[in-house]
Structures are given as structure tokens and as C-alpha cells.
């Protein structure tokens, strides 16, 4: 009996047969594990990506909605549910659920929080004990609590009589109303304007700047070895003007925080003259210079260059042909216009230019004079200018995601 089931123990040690099956079913089961497992992996990361890319433009609507100002917290934080669940609609339940965003809106920090929890059934892995999987998301975007101090070079030339110059009117409060909320503004910001035509109304300034009393109060150019910079109107860098030139009646207005009197010198304007938009450029850049202080009321005396929290910052528009110039020594206008905007991109100023249903050359003259392709907008009708002037003041306040 012993000899037998030894002979037969020997017998079965040595067939391998089941050996190898029963190797092959584990070893079929652990694929189809991992394989599994690796679905319900990418099952995952595709429904925390959906909800990413929901809770990103939801946080940046919000966002802009805060800058502009309009919206209460309660109405933004349904604006960004909308723009959550709208995005999500994608999903459409194919991947799993997810939780009711819970949205934080903070006017005081300028951040917008949008926090929600995805839930993903899972298929294979349920055989290791695990039913779904949770994976939080939170999105926050802030805009930089800094100062800004912006010089407007707005073209009041004949060419935008009409609907052209009432679109630029609403681009230009919509501008400051997003700049400067009625309420939890923390950051300090200033708009001088320089509206131009064929020359520049300097108003209370002209006397200063020019160094001569009495006369119309516009002036031109300015010539020698600081035509184009924003040296000092002092002894030979004074400005110059001429009995006989145009002059328009809008005229410049030093930095101020004052929302009514930028509107109420916007709404003033009157479209006449032509385009020496060089002016514009160089007074646009006058009144955030700190070389100009001895020049402007304490109000509107601009910070040091490189002043810490302090943006410095020119938008330049137009919808026409620089083509009026006095100085012929300096060059046309459009290179006079491209020496300004040299000199003030190297001092660290940002240079905004939008072309308003403007020809092809002034198109090329503009993305010339701004800082990158990123600063240069062009419009082809009132809704896509307010859109680009709306878009520059979200951008001076560096909205961005903080994920």
C-alpha cells in the first residue's frame, strides 16, 4: 500500500499538465486585472480632466465678471455654476458624476474658488473591493492686487465722426468701470487721457510746456536730441505750438481716480481734424512719466519707473493714417510715432495698440508700437472694439488661474 501511493504521488508530481492550466488562469486573470485596472485609471483621469477644464472657465468667467463689476457675488457665482455645468454636459453621465460646485467669491483678495468632487463607478476593479473612485477639484483664479497707472491715446480725428466715435466712447467706460469697481477695490488705479487729432490741447499745461503764455493752448512736436523721449519740458525740451494750427477742444487730463470727470471728458469729445498720432503716443506717455511731475497737480503725479506693485501702461488707438506732422527734421508722423514707442517700451512701459477698422499700414505701425503680439487688437466693428478695451483692462489686472 505504501509503494502504491508512492508510485502514484511520483505520478502526479510529475504531470505538469495542470500545473501550466492552472498557471495560465492566474496569469489570464492578472492581465485582465491590470488591463482593467487601467481602464478604470484612464476612466478617471478623463472625467478630473472635464472637470478641470469646466471649473478653469467657469473660475475665468467669474473672474471677469468680479473685474467688471456689474454682477453681485450672488450673480457671479451662478454665472460660474452655468459655465460649470454647461461644460460638463460633455460628460453627458458616461464617465461618472459629480458633486454641486461650491463657488467662493472673494472681492476683497479678488479670488474666485470653484471646488467640486468627481465620482467614477468603477468595472473590473470592483472585483479588489473598490466600488469608485472620489477625486476632488479646485480651481481658483485671482487677479494681482498691484497699482496701475494708464495713459490713453484716444483718436478724436474727423475719420471717427459718427457711430465710430460713440463705439469708442462705450469701449473707453467700459474700460474704466472694469478698472475701477464702485466697490472692494483694494489697488490704487489712475487713467490720464491724450486725445489727439492734428495736434494736442496740452489746456491748463500749454503755457508750462511751451514756455510762451497767451494763444491757443495746442501743441506739436518737440525737436533736438529728446524729440522722442518724455524728458522734462524744460529749457531747450520745451514743446512747441503755431498761431495757425488746428486745434481740437478736447483736451489732456492728468492721472486721476475720479470715474466722473474721465467720463465726463470722454463724453466731450468731438471728432474733427487729422491724425498726428504721434502726439498722441508721446502725451499718452507724458502722463505716466515721473520725468513730468514738476508738470502735473499732486493728484496725478506719477509713480518712480520700476516702483514696486506699480504698472505702467499706454493704450494707443486709432482708425486711421498717421499724416500730420510738423517737425519735418523729426520724420512723419508714423516713424515719429515708432521713436516714441521705442523709447517708452525700454523705460518698462506696456504698450496696448488697437486698430479700429484702420488700413493695413496702420495695422503694421501698431503691432510695431506694442509690446507684443499679445497687446495689439484689432477691431472691426464697435462690439469688437469694446471687447478688445475690456480685454486690456483684464489683462492690466492679470487675471490668471491658480489651480
Not at 23 to 28: A, C, E, V
Not at 189 to 212: D, E, F, K
Not at 270 to 275: D, E, I, L, Q
Request: proline share 3%; charged share 20%; glycine share 8%.
Amino acid at each position: 500500500m505504501a509503494r502504491w501511493l508512492l508510485r502514484t504521488s511520483s505520478q502526479f508530481a510529475g504531470d505538469r499538465r495542470g500545473t501550466i492550466a492552472m498557471l495560465f488562469g492566474l496569469m489570464s486573470f492578472g492581465f485582465l486585472m491590470v488591463a482593467g485596472v487601467a481602464i478604470d485609471y484612464s476612466r478617471v483621469i478623463h472625467m478630473n480632466k472635464l472637470m478641470m477644464n469646466a471649473a478653469d472657465a467657469a473660475a475665468l468667467a467669474a473672474g471677469g465678471a468680479l473685474l467688471d463689476g456689474r454682477l453681485n457675488d450672488e450673480e457671479i457665482e451662478e454665472l460660474a455654476r452655468t459655465y460649470f455645468d454647461k461644460n460638463m454636459e460633455q460628460a453627458g453621465g458616461k464617465f461618472g458624476t459629480y458633486s454641486e460646485p461650491e463657488i467662493t467669491v472673494n472681492r476683497t483678495s479678488g479670488d474666485i474658488v470653484i471646488a467640486s468632487i468627481s465620482t467614477v463607478p468603477m468595472s473590473i476593479t470592483k472585483i479588489a473591493g473598490f466600488t469608485e473612485i472620489k477625486m476632488p477639484v479646485n480651481v481658483a483664479t485671482s487677479f494681482d492686487q498691484h497699482d496701475i497707472e494708464l495713459g490713453m491715446a484716444l483718436d478724436v480725428t474727423g475719420s471717427m465722426r459718427g457711430t465710430k466715435l460713440s463705439d469708442l466712447k462705450e469701449a473707453a467706460k467700459d474700460l474704466i468701470d472694469i478698472l475701477m469697481p464702485d466697490s472692494g477695490q483694494s489697488n490704487t488705479v489712475r487713467i490720464g487721457l491724450a486725445p489727439y487729432a492734428t495736434s494736442m490741447n496740452a489746456g491748463s499745461y500749454a503755457s508750462v510746456v511751451t514756455g510762451q503764455s497767451g494763444g491757443h493752448t495746442c501743441v506739436h512736436e518737440r525737436t533736438g536730441a529728446e524729440r522722442f523721449t518724455d524728458a522734462a519740458p524744460v529749457g531747450p525740451n520745451l514743446l512747441k505750438r503755431q498761431s495757425s494750427m488746428s486745434c481740437p477742444s478736447a483736451t489732456v487730463q492728468a492721472l486721476t481716480d475720479n470715474k466722473t470727470v474721465l467720463k465726463t471728458a470722454i463724453d466731450s469729445y468731438v471728432a474733427s481734424g487729422m491724425t498726428a498720432g504721434h502726439l498722441g503716443a508721446a502725451w499718452a506717455w507724458y502722463l505716466i512719466s515721473p520725468a513730468w511731475n514738476s508738470i502735473w497737480p499732486s493728484s496725478g503725479k506719477p509713480a518712480a519707473y520700476g516702483a514696486e506693485n506699480t504698472t505702467k501702461a499706454v493704450i494707443l488707438m486709432t482708425d486711421g493714417i498717421f499724416n500730420r506732422q510738423y517737425e519735418s527734421g523729426n520724420g512723419s508722423s508714423e516713424a515719429q510715432a515708432r521713436g516714441v514707442c521705442t523709447e517708452m517700451k525700454s523705460k518698462g512701459v506696456a504698450v496696448y495698440a488697437v486698430a479700429f477698422q484702420a488700413p493695413s499700414s496702420s495695422q503694421a505701425l501698431l503691432q510695431d508700437c506694442s509690446s507684443g503680439s499679445s497687446f495689439y487688437f484689432s477691431a472691426d466693428n464697435g462690439e469688437e472694439l469694446r471687447q478688445a478695451f475690456a480685454e486690456i483692462a483684464k489683462t492690466l489686472n492679470n487675471l490668471r488661474l491658480t489651480n
